[in-house]
Nanobody, 120 residues
Framework: QVELMESGGGLVVAGGSLRLSCLAS????????QGWYRQGPGGQRDMVAE???????NYGDSVKGRFTISRDNLKRWMHLQMNTLQPEDTAVYYC??????????????WGQGTQVTVSS
């Protein structure tokens, strides 16, 4: 089985920074896409930042210029550097991966979520 484990969430004052991390473990032949999503009070889960299959980084409009997604060479560690945080960034943040298992099938997995709270 594959597991994603997030860390790094917390409480920060507006203008501050946090770095989220996600570790992918288990039987993974290759990772196709990886990304960060967030779910605010409205219940909608929106894309924050992601790596496409060809390795390009995409960002949601509301975080462009403030957030940076990165990962290690094996694509097992993924990070989200969040700068100039604002109260509207408050949400539960989830890491996501779409990957090929050892038998050649594609799967999608979500982490358990980590809370980010930004006070004004």
């Amino acid at each position: 089985q594959v597991e994603l484990m997030e860390s790094g969430g917390g409480l920060v004052v507006a203008g501050g920074s946090l770095r989220l991390s996600c570790l992918a473990s288990g039987s993974i032949a290759s990772i196709n896409t990886q990304g960060w999503y967030r779910q605010g009070p409205g219940g909608q889960r929106d894309m924050v930042a992601e790596f496409t299959r060809d390795g390009r980084a995409n960002y949601g409009d509301s975080v462009k210029g403030r957030f940076t997604i990165s990962r290690d060479n094996l694509k097992r560690w993924m990070h989200l550097q969040m700068n100039t945080l604002q109260p509207e960034d408050t949400a539960v943040y989830y890491c996501n991966a779409r990957f090929i298992g050892l038998q050649g099938l594609e799967y999608e997995q979500w982490g358990q979520g980590t809370q980010v709270t930004v006070s004004s």
